[in-house]
């Protein structure tokens, strides 16, 4: 198990030497602006939860963009913590708490977390990278809790309609079953944290396949109705941080998306649209009138050359699913003198839809001289040592350094129908060379996801076109750039959209 490993503790003392240090480098004052008031420090003083009592493990990624944002997270923690009292939280980052590629499921991580805090701390709080955290307030918020219960608390999200991307769960009332936006922190109880390590421990994961997370492990909490519920926390927000309605908030978000720079270049993106024959006339025609005028350098390949078009027939037959071969043939023209040098690789279906331009400021924030596979991020067989995967109707963005060291480790499809995203995970599960998660691309339509959800978010794509009007989803979406609007317009007009 994860609490045996000798590797962790060493990875553990580490965080704790880390914390002691960012404790020697802070002077006292609050995140945010000014010092924080003697009021606050009374807050701490009289409550009867100690900052040591909580453990916070921001659900970190160990890209180096990732590695920064959540060590930038972690030292505003420390800071806000120093300001209050001389007794800080702990504060770990997921991606470095063991080896297991598989952490950011959560599940397969309870038993460390069990073994390493169920018995000396109070409560587990999950942040994201993007979370804003006001101590005080959430100190305010957990006292609330009779940490002897069991708990689930967050800020719940609710599907309209069932979804596939949920496995049509509670299809005769969808609404009935609420999961936490990560985004705006959820925590557990320590008596929750222990029970749930001991049924991981003793009981095999039902389900094979990760899609979304926050749903999922809901659902695991949840147990058929034999565990707790999720417990809304009016405290737990989405808001920007500087919106006037955040008060009351134990957290917000950022304002603005990640933004590091200066988009990339148009002419550093090169697009490979997968199609075939019998979709020539019914999806192209959507590419054309919608997102296909923002590309520099793209090619649509199928299994028939129309130069209407036009195609490029890569002399791999087309297959009802899978189209491995036919992605595998895609990443060697990538880096063949056939196409435009450029840094970085998207492959998209005929049925995505996607914004260019977002995704250039996107991925200002990424060295396209290292490894870089990013889009949304499933799991195949976390539990027991399987792989990360960036499902492929969603986009997946690869540097060309990934791609080169893909192609040079000799990995291949097993079949031209396989899977390509799955088999390309456990070719870079293989090397080593993490996936990395974005919530901006999107595998499934807008009605498929929670409103709440997406009304934070300035998405990057959608996928499918399956009862819907693709190009109104893409006016109403994805169509307006991402600089004009970032401020606060994108995240005001999707609330009225919704």
């Avoid at 297991?100 to 994201?128: A, C, T």
């Avoid at 006339?281 to 078009?309: C, G, N, Q």
């Avoid at 990360?388 to 350094?401: D, H, N, W």
Wanted: net charge negative; glycine share 6%.
């Amino acid at each position: 198990m994860l609490s045996n490993n000798p590797h962790i503790g060493h990875k553990v003392a580490g965080c704790l030497l880390l914390l002691s240090l960012f404790l020697i480098n802070f002077s006292a004052g609050s995140s945010g602006k000014g010092s924080q008031s003697q009021d606050d420090m009374h807050v701490i003083h009289n409550n009867q939860l100690d900052l040591r009592e909580i453990v916070f493990v921001i659900q970190s990624q160990s890209n180096s963009f990732h590695v920064r944002q959540a060590e930038r997270l972690r030292a505003d923690l420390l800071k806000q913590a120093h300001s209050l009292t001389e007794t800080p939280p702990v504060v770990l980052l997921l991606h470095s708490l063991s080896d297991n590629e598989g952490d950011w499921s959560i599940l397969p991580l309870l038993p460390y977390l069990s073994h390493s805090f169920g018995k000396n701390s109070s409560w587990i709080v999950f942040l994201e990278e993007e979370t804003n955290v006001k101590m005080t307030k959430l100190v305010q918020v957990l006292t609330k809790f009779d940490t002897n219960k069991e708990w689930f608390l967050g800020k719940p999200l609710h599907d309209e309609e069932s979804t596939i991307i949920h496995h049509y769960a509670f299809a005769e009332n969808p609404s009935i079953f609420k999961y936490p936006d990560f985004a705006a922190a959820w925590a557990v109880s320590a008596p929750l944290v222990v029970r749930l390590a001991d049924k991981v421990r003793n009981e095999p994961l039902k389900s094979d396949f990760t899609i979304d997370l926050k749903h999922e492990v809901a659902l695991y909490i949840w147990d058929n109705g034999n565990g707790p519920h999720l417990t809304a926390v009016p405290e737990l927000c989405t808001e920007p941080q500087d919106s006037p309605q955040t008060h009351h908030c134990a957290t917000t978000l950022s304002t603005d998306p990640p933004s590091c720079g200066e988009p990339v270049n148009k002419e550093d993106i090169f697009v490979a649209v997968k199609t075939c024959r019998k979709f020539h006339s019914e999806r192209v025609p959507v590419i054309k009138k919608t997102w296909e005028k923002d590309a520099f350098s793209l090619e649509y390949y199928s299994d028939h050359a129309d130069p209407s078009i036009p195609t490029i027939d890569l002399g791999v037959p087309n297959t009802e699913r899978g189209h491995c071969g036919k992605t595998f043939a895609i990443l060697q023209r990538f880096l063949s003198s056939s196409v435009p040098n450029t840094k970085w690789l998207l492959v998209v279906d005929d049925d995505t839809l996607i914004s260019l331009s977002r995704l250039q400021v996107l991925l200002s924030c990424y060295n396209p001289s290292e490894p870089v596979c990013l889009g949304e991020r499933y799991g195949y067989g976390l539990s027991q040592g399987g792989y990360s995967y960036i499902t492929g109707g969603g986009g997946m963005v690869f540097s060309r350094e990934a791609v080169v060291r893909l192609l040079n480790s000799g990995c291949k499809c097993y079949s031209n129908d396989a899977p390509d995203d799955m088999v390309l995970g456990m070719c870079f599960n293989a090397l080593g060379l993490p996936v990395t998660h974005s919530p901006l691309f999107h595998q499934a339509r807008p009605e498929d996801y929670a409103r709440d959800f997406l009304a934070h978010q300035v998405p990057i794509s959608f996928h499918k076109h399956w009862n819907i009007d693709p190009i109104a989803v893409f006016n109403q979406w994805l169509k307006n750039d991402l600089r004009a609007e970032a401020s606060d317009g994108l995240n005001k007009s999707a609330k009225t959209e919704l």
